[in-house]
């Protein structure tokens, strides 16, 4: 079955940076792309963009540029997200998402909490 | 980008009721690309329709969407108690893809 398995919860101060990683399994990694999300509390989800898991090409929405990366080891079946000088407007649970023109599998989200 | 309404804010209904949510987007989406998440506390979303009305894998049938171009809804035909949640319709017909604000299907 196709799971998405997010890495855990972090606890950062503002300015750091944080690596979230998705791993998946279940399918063939560079069948599909991969989007993240972001979900900061009490709010709704945001698209954070996507990135094509046979080129590795990146999309970043609006707002999610210059600190935010997106990255990919095929060889693990794993995407990354990067996000560097941590502000703690950044707080949210953030997701990975398989990418089919909808969004059919999530993982788990993990919370990145930003506090001094 | 597409910004989705969606209404009500809140909707209060009772199990085995019948409830009826809205998406309504600022311009025509593009085949039909809007899809239905339904979302309960400390979980992720999960799909429940895509392409404004097929069932994605393993939905019971209670749940059905509709319409076209900038009007679509989505329909729980009888209420069980695992269906109160959080509902958002979301658009990938352009980019960037973009969410609602969320419908609140509370029990009354």
């Known amino acids: 079955q196709v799971q998405l398995v997010q890495s855990g919860s972090e606890l950062k101060k503002p300015g750091a940076s944080v690596i979230v990683s998705c791993k998946a399994s279940g399918y063939t990694f560079t069948d599909n792309g991969m989007t993240w999300v972001r979900q900061a509390p009490g709010q709704g989800p945001e698209w954070m963009g996507w990135i094509n898991t046979n080129t590795g090409n990146p999309t970043y929405a609006q707002g999610f540029t210059g600190r935010f990366v997106f990255s990919l080891d095929t060889s693990v079946s794993t995407a990354y997200l990067q996000i560097s000088s941590l502000k703690a407007e950044d707080t949210a649970v953030y997701y990975c998402?398989?990418?089919?023109?909808?969004?059919?599998?999530w993982g788990q989200g993990t919370l990145v909490t930003v506090s001094s | 980008e597409i910004v989705l309404t969606q209404s009500p804010d809140t909707l209060s209904l009772s199990p085995g009721e019948r409830a009826t949510l809205s998406c309504r987007a600022s311009q025509s989406i593009t085949s039909n690309y809007l899809d239905w998440y339904q979302q309960k506390p400390g979980q992720a979303p999960r799909l429940l329709i895509y392409?404004?009305?097929s069932r994605a894998t393993g939905i019971p049938d209670r749940f059905s969407g509709s319409g076209s171009g900038t009007d679509f809804t989505l329909t729980i035909s009888r209420l069980e108690p695992e269906d109160f949640a959080v509902y958002y319709c979301q658009q990938f017909g352009s980019s960037p893809c973009t969410f609602g604000q969320g419908t609140k299907l509370e029990i009354k």
């Open positions: 392409g404004a009305s």
């Open positions: 998402a398989r990418f089919n023109r909808y969004l059919d599998y």
